[in-house]
Antibody, heavy 118, light 107 residues
């Protein structure tokens, strides 16, 4: 069974960098069969795709966040990571990692709430 | 970006009702449309992919149709566990975009 688990600080100060890691089990992120994405959801609101990475390290980002986002991958640890710089209160959200098979996100992490506050 | 617009934003229904949710894309997306169900405090769950293909393990009362710009998700007979929020999402082009969601409530 494929499982994804987000980890990282739940509280980040304004102007600092949000860093999260998604650890994958039950599948190898180096298999080359899927992309691996980050998606966020402000409380009570809709879903926003942040970006994705392939096993090769190739990335694609949402233009709305591109200047502040970096997604990286560590195949030896079977995990991928999100870094979002210069955060503001508008970045407060539940952050999900998900397996992206092009035709939909078929496995998701449980999500982790990140609050931006001083 | 491709804008995805769902209607209605919310609806009230009873157990056993047939429910239909609509999703419209701002440009053609062929059949690259997926549907998700989300319950409070949980991650979204993939129900339908490629407009009409049922994800493994999803009950057959869920079905999807459409192509181009107009799509529908239908629940043939609403069950108590189906009360949730439903999102559409296009996978035709980057960035991936989602509809704003449809909240299905108990009447």
């Amino acid at each position: 069974q494929v499982q994804l688990q987000e980890s990282g600080p739940g509280l980040v100060k304004p102007s600092q960098t949000l860093s999260l890691t998604c650890t994958v089990s039950g599948d190898s992120i180096s298999s080359g069969s899927y992309y691996w994405s980050w998606i966020r959801q402000p409380a009570g609101k809709g879903l926003e795709w942040i970006g994705r990475i392939y096993t090769s390290g190739s990335t694609s980002y949402n233009p709305s966040l591109k200047s502040r986002v970096t997604i990286s991958i560590d195949t030896s640890k079977n995990h991928f990571s999100l870094s979002l710089s210069s955060v503001t209160a508008a970045d407060t959200a539940i952050y999900y990692c998900a397996r992206d098979r092009t035709n939909g996100f078929d496995y998701w992490g449980q999500g982790t709430l990140v609050t931006v506050s001083s | 970006d491709v804008q995805m617009t769902q209607s209605p934003s919310s609806l009230s229904a009873s157990v056993g009702d047939r429910v239909t949710i609509t999703c419209r894309a701002s440009q053609t997306i062929n059949i690259y449309l997926n549907w998700y169900q989300q319950k409070p405090g949980r991650a979204p769950k993939l129900l339908i992919y490629a407009a009409s293909s049922l994800q493994s393990g999803v009950p057959s009362r869920f079905s999807g149709s459409g192509s181009g710009t107009d799509f529908t998700l239908t629940v043939s007979s609403l069950q108590p566990e189906d009360f949730a929020t439903y999102f559409c999402q296009q996978s035709y082009i980057l960035p991936r975009t989602f509809g704003q969601g449809t909240n299905v409530e108990i009447k």
